[in-house]
């Protein structure tokens, strides 16, 4: 074999050789545990905190407007669905819920009258013919809704 | 990011119809305009170094050294757009060290290194081994501790260690080519093989990018030749140029006669895709595609050098046509990449609304560092051309 | 034996055991692309995928009112920044319109409650479709992804390893759907992971939880006591974009054929 094939081979070989040597150094630990990726990645998404924190932590405080939501339609409407979380909303019941503001366009959103949403059991309302420029909070209550103040 | 809002806001007003929400913001920028572009150039020019060579079209020799080194200069360029544009740039080798087998981006790290390695690389030394021997002994500075080293110590001068030299070089030539056709074919499936995307899924997109990379190579090499002679101050070799003009008119002929069978192919089929592919090519990207990509790229240079192959005016006039026509399938080529690459992401998945592109001039992604990566490559091939300048060479192969 | 022997014998020697360290080394660096050839089905004996979850979501077309609150509960659960461009889930109203022109809208991705835009008398009907990532079995976006930064847990979700994603947006343009954006504060590629951190603990995802009319389902597909497959069987159930071969585990009921 001539001198310069050899040589040529030998820097191929070296160069891969390193090549190998510095993947195996930097591939991580855990990579191609279950399957070309890195197996700890599971956990780091497993890791984080909820925020939502389902409607039987919210009662532990508001047991009172639970109760009353569970006896009318807005039954199936969950806290977190209006009331979105804080993270730390579960340690202490001096913490009011985040506040919403029951205005015309807080309802309008399941409410507020959509070709789609007609017949699904969800009430539509033209809210401009429904006691118009009237905050819908002023009658209904939003945990009972037809707990109407007036 | 205040800025990166604002210009997604512009880009939301601009909607057409209907588009997911997560497509307003077009993540494949210039950068990736750039990037299948000088990969194209570089295997263009080394399939016109290799035309010599394997195929032995000896008149372009004046060319072979000089389509080497560009290819080389662009090469070293090629993947950089590609890693500016990544988020996280740091990351980038991970690519080489964990490479997803079935992932078209992470098999180009391979075929990349591959080619630049193994390929391009032994082939430039085998051509100037010799060379690099002889000038060791007469040069001073950094040249020659540039030529000691890059020798490998081999010091052989002799009639039978070129021998050897010019047959590794050939066989390495040999390897080249299908070798070129790779990288610039994987390039293209990068694109072809996305099948949620209509308009670049199509088995004729490596293809397709293949020819139209010869094209843009050959017109590279052809525009770096004129140049370079013009000044050095030495005559062009008429016949060597005219010559590259053939072949740049035969392989644009056949690069047009793929990408047209593509879209007949594509109006023929009218699928489901094809009521937005009408109105996005005759809409959005009418200008890039109709005006610049077809009719300055290809229609025009295909009617000069068409009329030059029957008719032959004066050198100067030929010459002049021959950079003309250089340039402008140059930015014919730059628009085809365009139109494939940021095309493809103003129409919807879908398939009913197209977003739309605003090109930005500074950071990462805009104007200013495309033109950088452009540049570079020529800076790199002045210093290479100085280093080892392909006339100055002693030795040349058969 | 001269000098010149050793040198030949030594050279010999080097030259044989070159080439048989540069032939094992060859080969290390081809295998990776064995697997190009024949895509081995992912098996690992530590894990039995069979005692696992394999999770998936129904969505009820029927019962979407597409109040947005799914997307905006998303939002909040997984810090998905604000702004209109970055959706993990989001809600689209299809209106047909009596000229057979088809209306897609989704302004805001649906948050704040979606409003019909086609004067009823126009309107032939008109539905609304919560998206989100389908979480393919055949994943586009896996295939894609050049390092491994995004792939298919053992319990059958799409997830993504943030700190191994380099950005590259190749997974963005492979997933037929547009589930995928980048995420402009982390800088990598951000998806609908079904709420991992919260099913893994025994929760329901951040968007079912919000749904008022409970137009989502969510559950394990192998445990046939779930609503899930309760839902899967009583109800005709379609994936989108079935033609692309993509295997999604998320199923519409009332999926209607103007639907991408």
């Known amino acids: 074999m001539p001198k310069i094939i050899f040589r040529l081979l030998f820097s191929f070989v070296v160069f891969v050789g390193v090549f190998i040597l510095i993947q195996r150094s930097l591939k991580p630990d855990s990579f191609g545990e279950y399957g070309h990726y890195r197996g700890n990645s599971l956990n780091d998404n497993k890791m984080r905190t909820p925020y939502f924190k389902g409607e039987a932590k919210c009662a532990e405080c508001h047991e009172d407007v639970y109760d009353m939501k569970s006896m009318d339609l807005h039954d199936g409407v969950r806290c977190e669905s209006c009331h979105y979380p804080k993270i730390d909303a579960n340690t202490d019941c001096e913490v009011g819920p985040p506040i919403v503001k029951g205005t015309i366009k807080f309802c309008a959103q399941c409410h507020g009258i959509n070709a789609a949403r007609l017949d699904k059991g969800v009430p539509q309302l033209v809210l401009k013919e429904h006691y118009e420029n009237q905050n819908c909070i002023e009658c209904h209550n939003p945990h009972a809704p037809w707990d109407l103040k007036e | 990011m205040e800025e990166h809002y604002r210009h997604l806001y512009e880009a939301l007003s601009q909607v057409d119809g209907y588009i997911y929400p997560n497509e307003i913001d077009l993540h494949w920028g210039l950068m990736i305009v750039l990037y299948p572009y000088i990969t194209g150039l570089v295997a263009g020019a080394f399939i016109l170094a290799s035309l010599e060579r394997v195929f032995n079209v000896k008149v372009l020799k004046p060319t072979y050294g000089l389509a080497l080194l560009t290819a080389l200069a662009f090469l070293f360029v090629a993947t950089l757009p590609l890693v500016s544009h990544l988020q996280h740039p740091l990351r980038a080798y991970e690519i080489l060290m964990t490479p997803n087998p079935t992932s078209a981006m992470a098999i180009f790290g391979f075929v990349y290194l591959w080619y630049l390695m193994v390929v391009l690389l032994l082939e430039i030394w085998f051509d100037y081994r010799l060379d690099f021997v002889l000038w060791s002994k007469k040069s001073t500075g950094f040249k020659k501790y540039f030529y000691k080293i890059i020798t490998l110590g081999i010091h052989d001068t002799d009639e039978k260690s070129a021998k050897i030299d010019d047959k590794l070089g050939y066989f390495i030539t040999v390897l080249g080519i299908p070798s070129a056709f790779l990288l610039h074919g994987y390039v293209g499936f990068i694109f072809g093989s996305i099948k949620a995307n209509p308009w670049w899924s199509s088995v004729l997109m490596p293809v397709i990018f293949l020819f139209s990379a010869m094209v843009s190579g050959i017109a590279l090499v052809m525009i770096i030749y004129m140049v370079v002679s013009w000044i050095r101050k030495v005559k062009i070799d008429m016949p060597c140029l005219d010559t590259i003009a053939k072949y740049l008119f035969y392989i644009l002929i056949i690069d047009f006669t793929l990408e047209s069978l593509d879209q007949i192919h594509r109006i023929y089929e009218a699928e489901e895709s094809f009521d937005i592919i009408k109105v996005l090519v005759s809409g959005k990207l009418n200008i890039t595609l109709l005006v610049m990509q077809v009719i300055l790229g290809t229609i025009i240079p295909l009617i000069i050098i068409g009329i030059f192959q029957i008719y032959k005016p004066s050198e100067k006039i030929r010459k002049a046509a021959y950079f003309f026509v250089g340039i402008i399938v140059l930015i014919g080529i730059f628009f085809m990449r365009w139109n494939v690459v940021i095309g493809g992401q103003l129409l919807s998945k879908s398939l009913s609304g197209f977003t739309s592109f605003n090109a930005v001039y500074s950071g990462m992604e805009g104007y200013l560092m495309a033109a950088v990566w452009l540049i570079l490559p020529l800076f790199i091939l002045t210093f290479l051309l100085w280093l080892m300048p392909p006339w100055k060479k002693v030795t040349t192969h058969e | ?260």
């Open chain 3, 1 to 260: 034996m001269g000098p010149k022997r050793i040198e030949n014998k030594r050279r010999k020697f080097f030259q044989t055991s070159a080439a048989l360290i540069g032939g094992t080394l060859l080969y290390s660096l081809i295998k990776p692309f064995e697997a190009l050839a024949q895509p081995k089905e992912e098996e690992d004996p530590k894990i039995d995928k069979a005692d696992l979850p394999l999770w998936g979501m129904g969505v009820d077309i029927e019962k979407c009112i597409g109040c947005g609150k799914c997307a905006e509960a998303c939002k909040i659960e997984n810090n998905v920044p604000i702004e209109p461009f970055y959706f993990r889930t989001w809600v689209e109203q299809y209106t047909v319109k009596k000229n057979g022109e088809v209306k897609i809208e989704s302004p805001n991705g649906g948050i704040g409650g979606l409003k019909q835009s086609v004067p009823d008398e126009d309107i032939f009907k008109s539905f609304l479709v919560p998206k989100l990532c389908n979480h393919c079995t055949k994943a586009p976006c896996v295939q894609a992804c050049p390092v491994g930064a995004t792939y298919i847990s053992p319990d059958g979700v799409v997830l993504v390893d943030e700190t191994y994603c380099i950005g590259c947006s190749y997974c963005i343009q492979a997933c037929p759907y547009g589930a995928r954006f980048m995420n402009p504060v982390t800088k990598v590629a951000d998806k609908c992971t079904f709420c991992y951190h919260r099913i893994t603990k025994g929760l329901q995802p951040a968007c079912v939880e919000a749904c008022p009319t409970d137009a989502r389902i969510f559950g394990d597909l192998r445990d046939k006591e779930t609503d899930l497959v309760t839902f899967l069987q009583e109800n005709p159930t379609e994936v989108l974009k079935p033609h692309l071969n993509t295997h999604c585990r998320v199923f519409y009921n009332g999926l209607s054929s103007e639907v991408r």
